[in-house]
């Protein structure tokens, strides 16, 4: 898990203002997705990606825009449209659509201020 | 689609007592059940994982079962440490289906009482 990274760990944005979080792997996976996490809440699913240049709306992609351009990288954005965007984003990667097990990055905790 | 209830939201158990944390799935198609770990302000950690072509399976103290007829599965840790105290996630996809992806429930925080 160690071969996927989340920046930065901590960020703090004002209300109406788009940010955009970093994730990369170097596992040459082909599949990454984000998460999103609030308190009892579990991991609710935002944005897939199983190749580059191709990706699809999760559970709850409003306010939300992605990116495929590498394979080894997935920025997520939330834009002013999002709004409750205070949580716990958490990125991850499987190796492709055959294989079961996903790593997840170390997160990025956004409050919006 | 598929619908992941976990329970319960909260165990506390003193160290070296089992601990056990159940999940029941709607989707009679998933085939893949993962447990996570999550210690405070870490990423979820893969413990353990089973596939529907298999009942049980054990690693050390920390053991799944899956009743498929009964659609449910369940974590069981025995002999548990204070290092076992963190957030527990269950999870269930269908590798043939959406693409594989992971439906979580809503987590289970364990704490384990020295």
């Known amino acids: 898990d160690g071969g996927i990274t989340q920046s930065p760990k901590y960020l703090f944005r004002k209300e109406g203002q788009n940010v955009t979080l970093s994730c990369e792997q170097n596992?040459?996976?082909?599949?990454m997705y984000w998460y999103r996490q609030d308190p009892g809440q579990g991991l609710r699913l935002i944005y897939y990606?199983?190749?580059?240049?191709?990706?699809q709306k999760g559970d709850i992609a409003e306010g939300y825009s992605v990116s495929r351009e590498k394979k080894e990288s997935f920025p997520l954005t939330v834009t002013s449209a999002q709004k409750n965007p205070t949580a716990f984003y958490l990125c991850?990667?499987?190796?492709?659509?055959?294989?079961?097990?996903?790593?997840f990055g170390p997160g990025t905790r956004l409050t919006v201020l | 689609g598929e619908n992941v209830e976990q329970h319960p939201s909260t165990l506390s158990v003193q160290e070296g007592d089992s601990a056990v944390i159940k999940c029941t799935y709607s989707?009679?198609?998933?085939?893949?059940f993962p447990w996570y770990k999550q210690e405070l302000g870490k990423r979820p950690q893969l413990i353990i994982d089973?596939?529907?072509?298999?009942g049980e399976k054990k690693d050390q103290r920390i053991a799944v079962t899956l009743n498929k007829t009964a659609k449910h599965f369940s974590l069981h840790i025995t002999e548990t440490q204070p290092e076992d105290s963190a957030v527990y996630f269950c999870a269930a996809s269908n590798s043939a289906g959406s693409q594989g992806n992971l439906i979580f429930g809503k987590g289970t925080k364990l704490s384990v009482k020295p």
């Open positions: 989707d009679s198609a998933s085939n893949y």
């Open positions: 089973i596939r529907s072509n298999v």
């Open positions: 990606s199983q190749i580059v240049n191709d990706f």
């Open positions: 991850a990667s499987k190796k492709g659509p055959s294989y079961n097990e996903q790593f």
């Open positions: 596992l040459n996976h082909d599949a």
